[in-house]
C-alpha cells in the first residue's frame, strides 16, 4: 500500500463536469409545472405596514400571492436567535425586507405583478450609522441595539498606563463588502402539506436550511429534505441566507401545489442579501521606550443590520483577533454588535477578523512611528512565541516562528531595497510607490467550543467493486472539496485518486458534518474522513479479508467478499476535540482554536497624486498553512483571497442611501479585475499540524485577513499620508493628501 496523492495537483473531481456544461445549477433545473416566484419588498427603511393593495391590469387570480398570514409553522428563520421574519408582519426593519411573495408560470409577467403590488408603510425614524445605535438615538433592537457583547480581559490594562513611556491612540474604520459571486442565489422547491418539502439550490450549509425550514413549516425532520446543486460561489453569501430564499420558495410551492423556483437577479441578490460588517475599532496601547508591548485595549463595533444572523460569531472572531499575533501582557478588548436599519449583514470570508485585523496593522505602524522604530523591527520585538499566552489565555504549543515568515516575505518582495529606492525617487514625482506588508494569524475551526458542539460526522461506505464513496454535508463551491476530500481517503486507503467518489451533499443520504465555513472543511471534515477512511481499512484487515501491503485490486477484492458475507462496509467517524483544548464560554478564556494559520503579506503600490488612482504593482503572500494537500488549489485559495482583500482596500464601496444599497449593480459596484490584480506570488511554509489530515490546517480564510491593511501601509510609505479606513477610494485618497498638504504649509 503505497500513499502518493497529498501534495499533489491532482485534476479537480468536478472539473471536467463544469467545463463541458455538464455540471447542472440550480437555474438549469426545470420541474414539469413550474411557477416562478417574486419577492416584493420594502422601500422604507423602519416602519409600520398599513395596508397591501393589487394594481389594476394584472390578472392576480392566475397567482399564487404568500403573505405571512400563510405561514404554517413559526415565522422567523431558525439561526441563533429567532427574530428575523420569513415576511414582515405588522412592521418592516430594513430597506428590502420581504413582505409579498408571488408566483405564476410566466417570469415577465411576474415582474408586471411585483411592481404593481403597492405597500402601505408608515415611516417610523430609522437609525443607520454605528455611532447613533450606540448612543440609542432609536431602540430598533432589544433594550440597548445589541445583539451581542464580549469582553476579554488578561492581566491588569488599567495599572500600565501609567508606568508606558509611549501610549499611542487610534481609530480605524471598514465598510461593507458584496460577496458577489458569479452564480447569485437561488432555489426551486417542491412542499407537498402530506409528503413535506424538499428544495434544490446553491448553498454552503445544507443542513442549516434543513433546520430552517423545519421550523418554518413545523415539520419532523424526515418531512424535509435539502439538496445542493451546483453552486457558483459563496465566500459566506451562501451561508446563512439560503435559508430565506429556500423559505420563500417552499412557501410558494405549498400555497400553490406547485414546484417554484426564485432565482435572483444580480441587482436583488445585492441590494437584499447579506455582506460583510462595516466596522469601527479604537485601539489605545502602552508601549515601553524598548519597544515592547505593555497594553492594549480595543473597542471593536460591528454594524449588524437589522437583525441579528451571525453577528454574534462574526463579532466573537472579530474579537479574538484584534490583538493579533503579538504578545502582550496586558489586553482588554469590548466588543459590541450593534443593529441599524440596514438589510441584515452576515457571514463573508474572515468573518470579522478582517475588520479588527486592518484596525491593528494600520495601528502598530502608528505605534512604531511614534517610538521612533521601523514597522518590521517594532513587530519582530512583539511576535508570540512558542509557550506564551493569546489574549484569551491559549498557550501557544506549536513551534510559530513569525519572525521567519517576516524575514522570508521582507527578502521575497525585496522590500527594505524597494523601500529605499522609492524614498529616493519619489521626490517630486507624479507618480509615487510604496511598499508595506501585514502580519497576521486566523484561527481554523469553529470557535471556543463551537466544533464540540456541532459533533460532526462523516461516513464512508465501500461497494462490491472496490470503491469508496464519502458521505459528508461539506459542499463544493468552488474551492476544491471533493478533490481534497478524494486525495485524503485514497491516500489513507492507498487506492488510486479515482476510486473515490463524494457524494452530493443531501440531507436524506449524508450525516451533518457540519456548514462549509469557517477555514474547517478540510483541516476538521477531512480528518473525519481520514479516520473513517482509517476505519474502514481497519475493518477489511481485521475480519481477515485485507491482508497487509495490499494491492488496489486486492481492496477490491476484500471488499466484494466483506460485502457478499456481512453486507454493507461502512465506516463513520464523528468529531473529538484534540487533547489538551479547554474553552469557557462564559468568560471567553482557554484555547479559541485548535490551531492557527501564520501570515505576513507584502504589498508594492504605486499611487498617482493627480488622479488619486492606486495600483497594486507586486504582492508576496508567505503563509503557515500545515501540510499542502493540493498546491494548486491552495495557491488558488491565496490568490483568490488576496484578490478579494484588493476589491476591499481600494474599490468595492457599498454606497448606502436611506440604508439600501444605493449602488447594486455591476457597472457601478466595482471589483477588481484581471486588470487590477497584480502578480500574487505565494509561498507557503509547512509546519504539520498533528489533528489535520495529513497535517493539514485550514487556509481559505486567511489570505483575506492581511492583504488590506498591507496595501493601506503601503499607501502611507509612498505618500506619507496616514488613512485609517477603507475603501480607499480615489476621492478619499484626495481628501487625505489635501489635509495633509495644509498641515505641512501650516507648519
Not at 463541458?20 to 445549477?25: C, F, L, N, P
Not at 458569479?182 to 439550490?201: C, D, F, L, R, S
Not at 454574534?312 to 454588535?337: K, M
Request: net charge negative; with cysteine.
Amino acid at each position: 500500500m503505497k500513499k502518493h496523492l497529498i501534495g499533489r495537483p491532482v485534476p479537480r473531481k468536478e472539473g471536467r463536469a463544469k467545463v463541458t456544461g455538464q455540471a447542472r445549477y440550480v437555474d438549469d433545473l426545470v420541474f414539469p409545472g413550474m411557477l416562478y416566484g417574486a419577492t416584493v419588498r420594502s422601500r422604507v427603511p423602519r416602519g409600520r405596514i398599513k395596508g397591501i393593495s393589487f394594481g389594476e391590469g394584472i390578472p392576480w387570480h392566475e397567482f399564487t400571492i404568500v403573505t405571512a398570514k400563510d405561514i404554517p409553522g413559526e415565522n422567523y428563520v431558525a439561526l441563533i436567535a429567532h427574530d428575523q421574519p420569513y415576511l414582515a408582519d405588522g412592521a418592516v426593519n430594513h430597506s428590502e425586507e420581504p413582505v409579498v411573495l408571488l408566483a405564476h408560470p410566466e417570469k415577465y409577467l411576474l415582474e408586471e405583478a411585483r411592481r404593481a403590488v403597492q405597500l402601505e408603510i408608515e415611516a417610523l425614524r430609522p437609525t443607520f450609522t454605528i455611532e447613533d445605535s450606540l448612543n440609542k438615538k432609536e431602540i430598533i433592537w432589544g433594550e440597548d441595539n445589541l445583539f451581542k457583547s464580549y469582553s476579554v480581559e488578561k492581566g491588569n490594562v488599567d495599572e500600565v498606563w501609567a508606568r508606558a513611556d509611549f501610549i499611542v491612540e487610534g481609530e480605524y474604520r471598514t465598510g461593507a463588502q458584496e460577496q458577489l459571486y458569479i452564480e447569485t442565489n437561488g432555489m426551486i422547491a417542491v412542499a407537498i402539506p402530506e409528503k413535506g418539502v424538499t428544495v434544490w439550490g446553491s448553498m454552503q450549509c445544507p443542513y442549516y436550511v434543513h433546520k430552517a425550514l423545519m421550523a418554518l413549516f413545523g415539520l419532523p425532520a424526515d418531512k424535509v429534505r435539502v439538496i445542493q446543486s451546483e453552486t457558483g460561489g459563496g465566500f459566506g453569501g451562501k451561508e446563512e441566507y439560503p435559508s430565506m430564499i429556500a423559505g420563500h420558495a417552499a412557501l410558494l410551492a405549498w400555497k400553490s401545489g406547485k414546484p417554484v423556483k426564485i432565482i435572483y437577479d444580480r441587482a436583488e441578490d445585492m441590494a437584499a442579501t447579506t455582506k460583510r460588517h462595516p466596522s469601527r475599532t479604537r485601539h489605545r496601547t502602552a508601549v515601553s521606550k524598548d519597544g515592547k508591548l505593555l497594553g492594549m485595549e480595543i473597542d471593536f463595533v460591528i454594524d449588524g443590520g437589522a437583525y441579528t444572523t451571525l453577528s454574534p460569531v462574526v463579532l466573537s472572531r472579530g474579537t479574538i483577533h484584534a490583538p493579533g499575533p503579538y504578545f502582550c501582557p496586558n489586553v482588554r478588548i469590548r466588543s459590541r454588535a450593534v443593529a441599524t436599519n440596514a438589510p441584515p449583514h452576515g457571514a463573508f470570508r474572515g468573518f470579522g477578523a478582517p475588520q479588527s485585523i486592518f484596525a491593528l496593522e494600520r495601528h502598530l505602524n502608528r505605534v512604531a512611528r511614534a517610538i521612533g522604530l521601523t514597522p518590521e523591527e517594532f513587530r519582530r520585538r512583539n511576535f508570540i512565541q512558542p509557550g506564551q499566552t493569546t489574549a484569551t489565555g491559549q498557550v501557544i504549543r506549536e513551534n510559530v516562528n513569525m519572525n521567519h515568515l517576516l524575514e522570508r516575505a521582507l527578502v521575497l518582495s525585496d522590500y527594505h531595497a524597494k523601500t529605499a529606492r522609492f524614498a529616493r525617487e519619489n521626490s517630486g514625482q507624479r507618480r509615487k510607490k510604496g511598499m508595506g506588508f501585514a502580519s497576521f494569524m486566523h484561527g481554523a475551526g469553529f470557535t471556543g467550543s463551537g466544533e464540540q458542539y456541532l459533533a460532526s460526522v462523516v461516513e464512508l461506505e465501500a461497494t462490491p467493486q472496490g470503491r469508496v464513496r464519502v458521505l459528508a454535508a461539506s459542499t463544493e463551491i468552488g474551492q476544491g472539496t471533493n478533490t481534497i476530500f478524494s486525495q485524503i481517503a485514497a491516500d489513507a486507503l492507498g487506492l488510486d485518486y479515482d476510486s473515490i467518489e463524494i457524494l452530493k451533499p443531501d440531507t436524506a443520504s449524508v450525516p451533518n458534518s457540519g456548514p462549509t465555513v469557517a477555514s474547517r472543511t478540510c483541516m476538521v471534515v477531512g480528518k473525519l474522513v481520514e479516520a473513517a477512511a482509517l476505519g474502514l481499512q481497519q475493518t477489511l484487515v481485521g475480519s481477515g479479508y485485507l491482508p497487509e501491503g495490499y494491492t488496489p485490486a486486492g481492496f477490491e477484492r476484500a471488499c466484494k467478499r466483506y460485502i457478499e458475507s456481512h453486507g454493507p462496509l461502512k465506516s463513520s467517524s464523528q468529531y473529538q476535540p484534540p487533547p489538551g483544548i479547554h474553552w469557557d464560554d462564559a468568560t471567553y478564556y482557554g484555547d479559541a482554536y485548535g490551531t492557527y494559520a501564520w501570515a505576513v503579506y507584502v504589498a508594492e503600490v504605486t499611487v498617482d497624486t493627480v488622479t488619486f488612482e492606486i495600483e497594486v504593482n507586486d504582492f508576496v503572500a508567505v503563509q503557515e498553512v500545515g501540510k499542502v494537500i493540493h498546491p494548486v488549489l491552495a495557491a488558488g485559495q491565496i490568490e483568490g483571497g488576496v484578490a478579494q482583500a484588493i476589491g476591499y482596500a481600494l474599490y468595492e464601496n457599498v454606497v448606502w442611501n436611506e440604508g439600501r444599497m444605493f449602488n447594486s449593480q455591476m457597472t457601478n459596484y466595482i471589483m477588481p479585475t484581471a486588470v487590477d490584480v497584480p502578480p500574487i506570488r505565494v509561498f507557503f511554509e509547512e509546519l504539520p499540524y498533528s489533528y489535520g489530515p495529513a497535517g493539514a490546517k485550514g487556509l481559505g480564510e486567511l489570505p483575506m485577513d492581511g492583504a488590506a491593511p498591507a496595501i493601506v501601509n503601503a499607501i502611507e510609505n509612498a505618500t506619507g499620508v496616514s488613512i485609517h479606513h477603507i475603501p480607499v477610494m480615489p476621492e478619499s485618497l484626495m481628501e487625505a493628501l489635501a489635509v495633509t498638504e495644509k498641515a505641512v504649509e501650516r507648519a
